[in-house]
């Protein structure tokens, strides 16, 4: 019972800093840049464009707040806390430590989508078209991989050498259509995007991005108690009175779009599915009831700086964030596999 308490407890804490320490986040990461502000300046500029009675900033640092910095802020934590979130699920549905959103695929899907608008000017190239041909490229990355292994196979390996295979197949569609019609600019574009960049972010994007990352939480979330049960496997779950096919494939289409979608958005930024809900793990425990929303919160954080010092710490220059996130996941990824060969 004592123990119960202290769990309950250290995960409370957790909870609370991770609440605390977002919209602090967020503040200043805003006033972080070449142009420098202040979290009044943040302030005021949020303040004047939801209508409360406070006069904006100069109209220069306005621009710079609720145009540039606010929307690809607050990108970066839903695209953090999205991918963190599906990164947990995938770990339980595949009873797998190493899985996290690019297992299925999708990201190598959501790389030949957008090649196809960059390179092959579908859609004059813009960034609606961008957003679509990465959404389709993941959609159909996830046919194949729901076709490969089944709608309702409890078979972990299957799933994973599917996504293994999916995901070589359609970097390899990428490599062709750049090879084939590139040209040095095009090719430019196309390696930023495919090592994960936050710098297109915009209001539109936000909106799309908040929504599916809030349904794809709430989905998952009401689905803790069987994700709880299938961490034991399949047939405990069943005993438990979960229906373990069909709440995999719901959970696995759930965490398929709600990564497409995320993708889409921000270019294929890998390890945060991986590291997150590892670290988040340790801290708060298994209960999926309270490492899902846990795993947003610090998910979110995670990136949010992760992409503040990509765009800061080489100006004039900006770092793909995914090139960040990489140098701090293949440790964590090293780690993993060490503590695992070590049990067994």
Known sequence: MTSSRAGRRRALSVGG????????????????????????DVF??????????????????????WELRLPRVLLATLVGGGLAVCGAVLQTL??????????????????TGAVAVLILGLGSGTA??????????????????????????????????????????????TSLVVIWAGDAQSTRGVTFWLLGSLA????????????????????????SPALDALAFGRDIAASLGVAPGRTRLLLLVTTALSTAVLVAASGAIGFVGLVVPHAVRF?????HRVLLPACALYGAVFLLWADTAARTLFSPREVPVGV?????????????????????
């Open 283 to 287: 801290l708060v425990g298994v209960r």
């Open 94 to 111: 595949t009873r797998n430590p190493l899985a996290d959103p690019y297992l299925l695929g999708i990201s190598s899907g959501a790389s």
């Open 17 to 40: 800093a991770g609440l605390a320490l977002l919209p602090l986040s967020v503040a200043l990461a805003v006033t972080v840049g070449a142009a420098g502000l202040s979290v009044g």
């Open 200 to 223: 297109s972010a915009s209001w539109s994007t936000v909106v799309l991005c908040a929504a599916v990352a809030g349904i794809g939480l709430a989905v998952c979330w009401a689905a």
């Open 324 to 344: 960040l996130t990489a140098l701090i996941g293949v440790p964590a990824f090293a780690v993993i596999i060490r503590r695992r060969s070590t049990r067994s």
């Open 128 to 173: 609606a078209a961008l957003t679509a041909g990465a959404f389709a490229g993941s959609l159909a990355a996830f046919c194949c991989v729901l076709m490969l292994v089944g709608a309702t196979s409890g078979d972990s390996l299957r799933v994973v050498l599917a996504g293994v295979a999916v995901s070589q197949l359609f970097s390899a569609l």
């Open 44 to 65: 005021q500029s949020v303040a004047a464009h939801l209508g409360l009675p406070l006069e904006p900033p100069p109209p220069l640092r306005d621009a710079i707040v």
